[in-house]
């Protein structure tokens, strides 16, 4: 097998996981925290990339764009979670399900009235549009880079706030055993406006910073939400370092099944049964994980609660 | 608030409910509107489909996120039977029932070793995972579907072709097999279902066996759904990949929470008047998406037993 594209792929798919990660963190928490569904986190994710090619379309500058978007997103979580989340954390997932679903026709018909229904293209930086060379014959695109450079930082910068900061102690308390956390004083309504303001402007980070690979379109929010909840589920919920062991997994696993399954089945199968069953089996492979990884640890890998 | 097990469907209701339907194409006829017919079996079929999920939801406490699978997979037994030169209805749409029931089966028997959240997310990753199976098979059609080369065969002078008989058909299929579901939710095995959702390790306990009884609802329940694609395959005179979507999942999810879960009729009343909404929202507006965002949002935050809970109140007060 050609090294050099094992090593592209497996740059790819640290890339798609890290930014998976971002999405992840902020949902595991509110999750593990709230025990509250929250669907319309994908539409954070898409009004972030939304409010980045915005901003990069007015001013040029795509870094202004990439803050702008996180800020923007944060102050529109944190309204969401005051207005309307905070009344259904006590309710039954059920009804979660239902009024975050509302949120998410909500928020793409609303994405469609003010951007109109075609795709923006959001560019990355001029700067970093070309291609670098890592290692002789081994060209990557420079924006990936940065997206797994990117990526990494914030998974660092989490790992701090979670492990060695007040906040986090606060926030891993509330995700081990709300009710206790809430008994010894801690105000667990504010940290979840907090967590859920972080979790907010990660998505749009996420969406900002994929906003070149993929395209930016109502929608788009709901197909990455998916794996989203494949990551969490996998890393188990409430645990960040499940989510960054989950993503990575899942990142990883698509990516490299994508490219390396149907090489595989050619060399064993009949190319017409390889070219049909390939692609089928590479989407397919994420879903067989989680339900591999739930029938042996039904709590995921690294489930918070003990 | 006291639990009653019996579940009391009211002929007051339902009676009238009936006649209505029954007289249904007359009245379309007289106003010259064949396309709300159409819009009615669509209407009656998504009905049956979202029963048969509440079941599930309702009755057994199984939140199931992949509920289309097998609605889809009732779809594309008959269109291939179809493909393949089986065209009677009665040997297809049992057929669906079959194969719907046997992926029942198989993903219900992995998914209920898993509770909570964890089985809504097992039971959508295996819907996924047919959805893409379906979305690679390119000799069904692949991403774009599978056209029916024509609709069912019933016999006895019906012509399913016919937008009238297909509606009573699909009315007649519908409300007898919904009350089958009513006799089942009643029956000795409806009780012990209803007993697993209120406490579980109470009822093992007990000495019922648990996993077996969640996994035949599971089961049953996935073949009313292939019987509804059965229905929605000779509907849309296709089978698409669309129809495995988890969108398709959550819209039926929406529709029993949306009628009241738990209540026997609420998600046939959730589903009618979602799609109902849809359509008229869509005449005046093409935002329809955000005022039924508004509603659906509206109903979890005053109506938290979901619509049909208005009917009970409004008959509590009275």
Redesign the interface.
């Known amino acids: 097998m050609d090294p050099i594209l094992v090593l592209e792929q497996s740059l790819n798919g640290l890339q798609f996981g890290l930014m998976l990660f971002l999405l992840a963190a902020g949902l595991t928490l509110v ?1 593990g925290i709230m025990d509250m ?1 929250n669907l319309a986190h994908g539409s954070l994710y898409m009004i972030g990339a939304y409010l980045a090619a915005a901003v990069a379309m007015a001013t040029g500058s795509f870094w202004l764009a990439v803050a702008v978007a996180m800020g923007g997103t944060a102050v529109i979580g944190v309204v969401l979670e005051v207005t ?1 989340l905070r ?2 954390y006590q ?5 979660q ?3 975050t ?6 928020s ?3 994405v ?2 003010i951007w109109g229904p075609t795709a923006l293209a959001l560019d990355p930086p001029p700067s970093l549009a070309g291609p670098v060379e890592l290692l002789p014959g081994l060209y990557y695109p420079a924006f990936r880079l940065v997206i797994i450079g990117v990526g990494l930082l914030v998974a660092v910068l989490l790992y701090f706030l979670v492990s060695h900061t007040r906040l986090g102690m606060l926030v891993r308390a509330g995700a081990s055993n709300r009710e206790m956390a809430r008994a010894m004083g801690v105000r667990v309504s504010l940290v979840f406006t907090i967590v859920f303001a972080i979790g907010a402007a990660l998505c749009a980070l996420a969406g900002a910073m994929l906003g070149p690979l993929f395209a930016v379109q109502v929608g788009m929010g ?1 197909s990455i939400l ?1 794996l989203a ?2 990551v969490i ?1 996998i890393g188990g ?1 409430g645990s960040i370092r499940g989510a960054l062991v989950g993503a990575l997994l899942v990142g990883m696993v698509d990516t490299v099944g994508r490219t390396f399954l149907p090489m595989w089945l050619r060399a064993v199968l009949p190319p017409t049964v390889a070219s ?2 390939g ?2 089996l590479a ?2 492979l994420i ?2 994980l ?2 591999g990884v ?2 042996w640890r ?3 890998l690294f489930p918070a609660r003990g | 608030m006291a639990i009653a097990l019996h579940q009391r469907v009211r002929p007051a209701i339902v009676v009238p409910v009936l006649a209505v339907l029954s007289a249904l194409p007359l009245f379309t006829q007289w106003i010259d509107e064949p396309f709300y017919l159409v819009l009615a079996s669509r209407v009656l079929l998504f009905a049956l489909a979202a029963t048969s999920l509440n079941l599930l ?1 309702g009755f057994g406490g199984m ?1 199931s996120f992949g509920h289309a699978a097998f609605f889809g997979a009732g779809a594309y037994v008959v269109a291939i039977a179809a493909m393949e030169g089986v065209t009677s209805a009665w040997i297809a749409w049992p057929l669906a029932m079959g194969v719907s029931a046997l992926a029942a089966a198989v993903i219900g028997a ?1 998914s209920l ?6 089985f ?3 039971t ?3 819907a ?2 047919m959805f ?2 379906f ?5 069904y059609g692949g991403e774009d579907g599978l056209s029916l080369p024509r609709r069912s065969v019933i016999g006895l002078g019906l012509d399913l072709k016919s937008d009238t008989t297909f509606y009573y058909v699909v009315l007649t299929v519908c409300a007898v097999v919904i009350a089958l579901l009513w006799r089942l939710v009643n029956s000795r095995f409806g009780r012990v279902l209803q007993g697993i959702r209120e406490n579980e390790t109470r009822m093992e306990a007990v000495g019922f066996p648990v996993y077996r009884h969640k996994l035949v609802a599971f089961v049953v329940a996935g073949a009313v759904a292939g019987l509804a694609g059965a229905l929605a395959a000779n509907q849309n005179d296709m089978a698409s990949p669309s129809m495995l979507h ?2 398709q999942s ?1 819209m039926l ?2 529709m029993v ?2 009628g009241g ?1 738990g209540t026997f009729l609420g998600p046939a009343l959730g589903a009618t008047v979602m799609l109902l909404l849809e359509e008229t929202l869509a005449e005046f507006t093409l ?1 329809w ?2 005022v ?6 509206a ?3 005053l109506l ?1 037993g979901g619509l049909a809970t208005l009917l009970q109140r409004r008959r509590n007060d009275g």
Not at chain 1, 91 to 95: A, E, I, S, T
Not at chain 1, 101 to 106: K, Q
Not at chain 2, 292 to 297: E, H, N, Q
């Open positions: 999750f569904i309307l009344r259904l309710r039954d997932h059920l009804h399900v239902l009024a679903f509302a949120l998410i026709l909500m793409n018909e609303a469609r009235m709901e998916i909840f494949v589920v919920i049909n069953l692609p089928a989407s397919v879903y067989v989680m339900a739930l029938f039904p709590q995921g | 939801v939140v992995i070793r898993t509770r909570g959240v964890y809504i997310m097992i959508l990753a295996f996924q995972m893409y199976v979305v690679s098979l390119k000799a988890w969108n959550g999810l929406v929470i949306l879960t935002h998406q955000f039924m965002g508004g509603i659906l949002l109903v979890v935050l938290p």
